[in-house]
């Protein structure tokens, strides 16, 4: 079975451009959850989807957004780019209804200069 | 405001050398506890989930033990590929399938 994919592996951005992320899930995972983790610190949350639909958001701007594609594959779009959100930025998927733990994905390491 | 904490920040053992690792947790209505491993610019690893206090799990050299407010992953004689970073996540009721992670423990097993 294929994990949670990724892609660009790598990407570097100059301040004031827009990047944009990529996560296929795990197949029959409906949900996809996008998590941001900067050097040293912990995975903070940033989006959740949901059959298409934006189910939550963390505390981040608006300029975080993305969207779910009905093969349940998800994109993040992150505007205006900033130093500071040079980060790991890692997506993941689980079954909507099910208590259990997500896989990961092996990220995106995304860098602003 | 659901809160999950970790202690140690960091940890050094020799191979061979038992400890355990702490996750302390402030949640309302706890769906469940999860451990994840992460190796340096890679995804976090799903080790265990734990649902209810008194409950434990184990894998190869490690075991995680869950109370009403904290949970333990107990190394037993480390190696050094068992040098990485522990999270702890909790899954609240009132936060859906959101996770809240702790900031993670990281280990480090000398040879």
């Known amino acids: 079975e294929a994990g949670v994919t990724q892609s660009p592996t790598h990407l570097i951005k100059t301040r004031g451009q827009q990047a944009t992320l990529r996560c296929s899930p795990i197949?029959?995972?409906?949900?996809v959850y996008w998590y941001q983790q900067a050097l040293g610190l912990g995975l903070q949350f940033l989006l959740w989807?949901?059959?298409?639909?934006?189910?939550n958001r963390g505390n981040f701007p608006p300029r975080f957004s993305g969207r779910q594609f009905p093969n349940y594959s998800s994109e993040l779009n992150v505007n205006a780019l900033e130093l500071e959100d040079s980060a790991l930025y890692l997506c993941?998927?689980?079954?909507?209804?099910?208590?259990?733990?997500?896989?990961f994905g092996s990220g995106t390491r995304l860098t602003v200069v | 405001e659901d809160q999950v904490t970790q202690s140690p920040e960091a940890l050094r053992l020799q191979e061979g050398e038992s400890s355990s690792l702490n996750c302390s947790y402030t949640?309302?209505?706890?769906?469940?506890l999860f451990w994840y491993r992460q190796d340096p610019g890679k995804g976090p690893e799903f080790l265990f989930t734990?649902?209810?206090a008194g409950e434990e799990k184990e894998k190869e050299r490690l075991k995680a033990t869950l109370t009403k407010k904290e949970s333990f992953l107990h190394i037993t004689a480390p190696k050094p590929e068992d040098s990485a970073t522990y999270l702890c996540a909790v899954q609240a009721g009132n936060y859906g399938q959101n996770f809240v992670f702790g900031p993670g423990t990281r280990l480090s097993v000398l040879p």
């Open positions: 949640v309302s209505g706890l769906r469940g």
């Open positions: 989807y949901d059959e298409g639909e934006e189910r």
């Open positions: 993941a998927s689980s079954f909507e209804s099910r208590v259990g733990g997500y896989t």
């Open positions: 734990l649902y209810s």
């Open positions: 197949s029959g995972h409906t949900s």
